[in-house]
């Protein structure tokens, strides 16, 4: 396993951090402010707390630096009178670039990618998910290897073109290490795969749920709600990294749920790679319980996100039931009478949210709060409604009245 030591201190004494952003062409301000909101919430569940933002308007990011020379000198500044040895970046940084910058702000850089792994390791428990994030956390440094070897310089000498200094060669020495590694963690894989597929076969016909939704909307809990079970649940981001199964019996009629990973806006390439073997439930379940959190003010963005990520895994042909969790926790602005200005989504309130979205054709969806109970005797009901004609062998949702 890499170890990861730029965040190095605990929950209770947590490593302080400057994230970074950058604005561009399609973007709004307030919209990369939300996005460094997320950005701090994955550093707070990594262990580091947010203690000063930098964003920057850029057509495009510095091919060099990743943000402006004048940013640069800021943040620079900024580091010396502050003491604080982490930045984060809202993206994922090339191998140069994360260079560069080391050599310019002499601090430790955090990416976007390399943060989330990061909290991968961290909540990975059982071989499996230890597994996985391990071959992507190598896959993700294989390319990034010249930024370790920075007092192994490359010397060349006479006038062969085959000259090669010690950097280099412990550079390719490096290198092959990973690569052997990193086939035998997808050798490992396999068999595991092998295993989990004759797991599945196993379990008969009965009728296949999974939830499925962006990190830290419930999904958990819901499971936890629905199965009587106690799958580890909290306020944080990725508490959940291994599909749990559960049998579920509602009137007598017994189905399998289960609770995949969640996802989440520029999830690393490596990740959805490695986990693809996991997310094996969600290609295999008959329906997808989309559990979304309303409360959130990106809720629909989240949406696209998990949807792009079902095409990516080769799931985005599987019926969708739209669970919007978290009702307790909806917010809205109310527009005054004598305010003229064309209303926004912040000022719309639940009961008009909840009538625009059952009113979408081939949306069927509910309206719940998990840490309340409300609506859950309505969601069993539906659910019951979906396995029974699963059972009966009919198109779930074809005659249904949401």
């Keep these: ?9 605990s929950a209770q ?13 399609f973007q709004k301000t307030g919209q990369v402010n939300e996005y460094l909101d997320e950005l701090e919430f994955l550093a707070e569940t990594a262990g580091a707390t947010a203690v000063k933002r930098f964003t920057q308007r850029l057509k495009h990011p510095d091919s060099r630096t990743f943000i402006g020379s004048g940013k640069m000198m800021e943040i620079k500044s900024f580091l010396e009178c502050s003491g604080v040895n982490l930045v984060i970046f809202d993206d994922e940084l ?18 976007r990618t390399a943060l989330i792994l990061y909290i991968f390791a961290q909540r990975a428990k059982t071989a499996y998910a230890k597994t996985q994030v391990e071959l992507a956390q190598y896959q993700y440094l294989l390319p990034r290897l010249t930024r370790m070897w920075t007092h192994l310089e490359r010397q060349r000498g006479g006038a062969g073109l085959n000259m090669r200094g010690p950097g280099e060669t412990q550079l390719e020495t490096d290198r092959r290490i990973i690569l052997t590694r990193i086939a035998k963690l997808k050798e490992q894989l396999k068999k595991i795969d092998l295993q989990m597929a004759s797991q599945r076969g196993n379990r008969g016909s009965l009728a296949r749920l999974a939830l499925v939704g962006y990190t830290n909307v419930g999904k958990s809990t819901l499971m936890n709600l629905l199965s009587k079970s106690d799958v580890f649940a909290e306020n944080k981001l990725f508490a959940t990294l291994d599909t749990t199964v559960r049998k579920v019996v509602i009137e007598n009629i017994p189905f399998l749920l289960s609770d995949t990973v969640g996802f989440i806006r520029k999830l690393p390439h490596q990740l959805v790679e490695s986990f693809k073997s996991t997310l094996d439930e969600v290609r295999e379940a ?10 959130h003010p990106n809720f629909e963005e989240q949406i696209d996100v998990v949807k792009n990520t079902l095409l990516e895994i080769g799931a985005s042909d599987k019926p969708v039931y739209l669970v919007f969790n978290k009702i307790d926790a909806y917010t809205y602005i109310k527009k005054d009478e004598d305010d003229l200005t064309p209303a926004t989504k912040e000022n719309v309130n639940l009961t008009d949210l909840k009538n625009s979205w059952l009113a979408k054709e081939n949306s069927p969806c509910i309206f719940i709060s998990a840490k309340n109970k409300e ?7 539906d659910i019951y409604r979906i396995v029974a004609e699963l059972d009966a062998g009919r198109y779930p949702f074809g005659n249904f009245i949401w």
């Design 1 to 9: 396993m890499i170890e990861q030591n730029s965040i190095t201190r």
């Design 13 to 25: 004494n947590p490593e302080p951090a400057i994230l970074v952003g950058i604005i561009t062409e």
């Design 94 to 111: 090339s191998p140069s670039q994360l260079r560069n910058l080391e050599q310019e702000l002499k601090c430790a850089i955090l990416d």
């Design 286 to 295: 008959d329906i997808l319980l989309h559990v979304v959190d309303i409360s």
């Design 375 to 381: 609506n859950i005797a309505k969601l069993r009901a």
